[in-house]
């Protein structure tokens, strides 16, 4: 009996929540769920923060001596020191325009997130063959 787990084909998924129009956006080979999760939230992360919409940013704040700073920033200063965190900071992650927390770098891997008008998704099952969500 082979004790080896095979390595399934899981695919990255954007899915429209008002058309339903279905996008594949990538895919890879794990051998576990979490393996699976571990890699969406990566690619996500990697999405938020590439982002050049102006929607998103990283947010980072640390206490150092002087004040709290913000790491994420390009370039700082000591004007960019604060008193501390903004009021709406909840963790480091990536932030909307809003100042709401999108994704946590401290969160549990995920397997789906709404942003805007698109749902992310990790899944086993082929959206190209007609497949739905797992």
């Known amino acids: 009996m082979n004790s080896q787990t095979q390595p399934r084909t899981y695919y990255v998924v954007r899915k429209h929540v008002h058309n339903g129009k279905i996008q594949t956006l990538d895919q890879s080979d794990f051998t576990s769920e979490k393996e ?19 929607h998103f940013r990283q947010e980072l704040w640390e206490r150092l001596t002087g004040g709290w700073l913000n790491q994420c920033l390009a370039n700082p200063t000591a004007a960019d020191l604060q008193d501390a965190p903004p009021a709406w900071y909840s963790g480091p992650g990536v932030y909307d325009e809003s100042n709401n927390l999108v994704l ?28 739905g969500e797992s």
């Open 36 to 54: 699976a999760k571990n890699w969406f939230t990566a690619a996500l992360g990697t999405m938020l923060e590439e982002d050049t919409t102006g």
């Open 104 to 131: 946590g770098y401290d969160e549990p891997p995920l397997d789906r997130l709404t942003i805007h008008d698109w749902t992310y998704y990790v899944t086993r099952l082929n959206p190209d063959q007609g497949a």
